[in-house]
């Protein structure tokens, strides 16, 4: 089992940046392809993010393109997500998942996920 912990959410204003974290357990965090999710209040999850376990592909949400950069260092087992430009349609429940296959865009392809970190931005 691969255990998932996010953090690094708060409260801001639009057009300001975050860098939200995923801590992962064990060692076979580099054979995991991982992905950043967010759920709004009402909304089902959303894809926002995922990167390659090499870390040599990535590939984005056309709702976030451009302002976020999804990254990894599998030294540390930590996934990042750094957020720029933020919009207050952003606001939402992001969390990180891990799956062994690349690229999967649906949540219900994920096999396992952290318990999210809450992003709220305001106007």
């Known amino acids: 089992q691969v255990q998932l912990v996010e953090s690094g959410g708060g409260l801001v204003q639009a057009g300001d940046s975050l860098r939200l974290s995923c801590a992962a357990s064990g060692r076979t965090f580099s054979n995991y392809a991982m992905g950043w999710f967010r759920q709004a209040p009402g909304k089902e999850r959303e894809f926002v993010a995922v990167i390659s376990w090499s870390a040599i592909s990535t590939r984005y949400s056309d709702s976030v393109k451009g302002r976020f950069t999804i990254s990894r260092d599998n030294t540390k087992n930590t996934v990042y997500l750094q957020m720029n430009s933020l919009k207050p349609e952003d606001t939402a429940l992001y969390s990180c998942?891990?799956?062994?296959?690349?690229?999967?865009?649906?949540?219900?392809?994920?096999?396992?996920w952290g318990q999210g970190t809450q992003v709220t931005v305001s106007s």
């Open positions: 998942a891990a799956i062994r296959e690349y690229p999967r865009y649906s949540y219900r392809d994920y096999n396992y």
